[in-house]
């Protein structure tokens, strides 16, 4: 069943532009027609699945997230001839590191992704907080193209360890700042009750 399964990958990755070593390509610019959906995943975790089993070649999983596209509320892989949707059950990457440097305008806050694409937040790449059912928040980076990492725990956590009260719109808010701008989390009055 695996070998089936990887035969299946190999040959649709034989479609797929192959990297030229700058940049990610064009796929803004493609508008194939629809070929119909493909049994791919990508869990919560950031996990691929193709025929419901991991993809374990990481440099495949970059290949197939730099020719990722989403329109509306779905998900495709996209080359110049064709498009495929796949389901996404959360957001396409996760955000797994995080780096803050000091720059001339205050912190500049630099996110590694799983696919191992390194993402500066700020202007274009903002920070949203999306309300759990649990009272939580659940984080989010955006990478390029309407496509988002999740932040993992542990970097969400450092996120709130570099966090600051300001006022936003004449409410005080709770939420960090990167490359001049700043993203809010919460009311800063509930905030502090866990604080």
């Not at 649709?12 to 049994?39: E, M, Q, Y």
């Amino acid at each position: 069943m695996a070998k089936t399964g990887q035969s299946g990958l190999e040959s649709l990755t034989a479609s797929l532009p192959r990297p030229g070593g700058k940049g990610l390509p064009p796929v803004h610019l493609w508008n194939p027609p629809f070929c119909g959906d493909i049994d791919m995943r990508i869990a919560a975790d950031g996990t691929w699945f193709y025929m419901k089993t991991p993809i374990g070649r990481p440099a495949l999983v970059e290949l197939f997230a730099s020719v990722l596209k989403r329109e509306g509320d779905k998900h495709f892989l996209v080359t110049p001839v064709e498009k495929v949707g796949i389901t996404v059950d959360d957001a396409p990457f996760v955000a797994v590191e995080l780096r803050a440097e000091r720059g001339d305008g205050g912190d500049i806050l630099n996110f590694r992704t799983n696919v191992d694409d390194w993402v500066v937040c700020g202007p274009g790449h903002a920070l949203r907080f999306e309300p759990e059912a649990t009272g939580g928040l659940r984080p989010y980076l955006h990478v390029r193209r309407d496509l988002w990492a999740r932040l993992t725990r542990p970097v969400f956590y450092e996120l709130v360890d570099r966090g600051e009260e300001r006022e936003v719109d004449g409410r005080e808010m709770f939420g960090v700042s990167s490359a001049g701008e700043f993203f809010a989390m919460a009311e800063a009055s509930a905030v502090r009750e866990f604080a």
